[in-house]
């Protein structure tokens, strides 16, 4: 049993972060903002996943004008992340964002009284997000590179300019794409500030890359119980960030609305096609939200029974699935229509869980 560390909440929309909620996951778009109809459609998709916050990048005016209309139609919460321009953050809140990431120090001093207040007024948090890639050049000197004291330093620094404003509904970001180092630094900040944590591992590389970089990362950081949102960063469709996030928090039973798809690595014993099934089954699965384990198993020596625990699944026989449930074995399915038999029996059971 995980015990979480306990942070302040803050708001962001309808969502709290920190404070006991559940870990909100979320991912940024990677659509120009600007472009109003590309990145609703984006952030649609993200929402339709799973995703439960989305974040935009803000390069110019022209993007902070697109966030009055974006937020009117977007399902979900919205962060602008924003950096060294000022005017852009004051635009943005004036336009109904939800949160705002920027680095008060990277900002002329006089500037940000009056983003602090407006932020306060709208009740708008703000993320400091200390990225290794960008620590100050004095931090590097004083350490002689990135390091966990370091980046505590910088974010020090930042929460200063920001509370000698009297503003404090602030949540902390440590990434850094050297899996050690972020979990040190994590910890550290886990120890020294009682603001919510956003996890992420950052410039993390490809689906196989960053599902391991996050999962040790940001899974040993979930286990100590530090962390109050997650982003898992893919050089692919932000979607597929989302996937990851469901799994990884699924594992570590912080999430249960996922489906738990088991499958066997398959051996000689196989006499079916099992593998194409699987592929099918799991893009099926990964938009239902649902507690539900789905098995799909190589053979009925040890299928049933490997699965015992499953609530619907395939055990292959000679060119043909058997179907069962909760370990019993309940008909006998012919091998080109299993993935859609399956895909009822999976329909069925969301659909009888909606009903109880
Ligand atoms: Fe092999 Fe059957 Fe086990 Fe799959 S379930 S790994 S096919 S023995």
Known sequence: ??????????????????????IVIQSMTNTKTKDVDATLKQINALANAGCELVRLAILDQEDADA????????????????HFNPAF??????????????????????????????????????????????????????YGGPCPEAMIESAKHHIDILTQCDFHDIALSFKSSDVSL?????????????????????????????????????????????GDTIRVSVSADPV?????????????????????LISCPTCGRIQYDMLPIVAQIEDFVNNIQEDITVAIMGCPVNGPQEAGRADIGIAGGKDV???FKKGEIIATVPQEEIVERLKQEILALVEQKHKV
């Open 89 to 142: 953050a004051i635009s943005v809140i004036k336009n109904g964002i939800d949160k705002v990431r920027l680095n008060p120090g990277n900002l002329p001093l006089d500037s940000v009284p009056e983003i602090a207040r407006l932020a306060k007024e709208h009740h708008v948090p703000i993320r400091i997000g200390i990225n290794t890639g960008s620590l100050e050049k004095s931090l590097i000197a004083k």
């Open 182 to 226: 972020c979990i040190d630094t994590y910890r550290l900040a886990s120890q020294t500030f009682d603001y919510p944590l956003h996890l992420g591992v950052t410039e993390a590389g490809t689906m196989l890359g960053s599902s391991i970089k996050s999962s040790v990362a940001l899974g040993t950081l979930l286990y100590d119980g530090i």
């Open 240 to 260: 597929e960030e989302i996937k990851i996030a469901k799994q990884l928090l699924k594992c570590l039973n912080l999430k249960k609305d996922v489906v738990n």
């Open 67 to 82: 966030v009055a209309k974006i937020k009117q139609l977007s399902p979900v919460p919205l962060v602008a992340d924003i």
């Open 1 to 22: 049993m995980i015990e979480r560390k306990q942070t302040r909440a803050i708001h962001v929309g309808n969502l709290q972060i920190g404070g006991g909620a559940h």
């Open 321 to 323: 699935g058997l179907l």
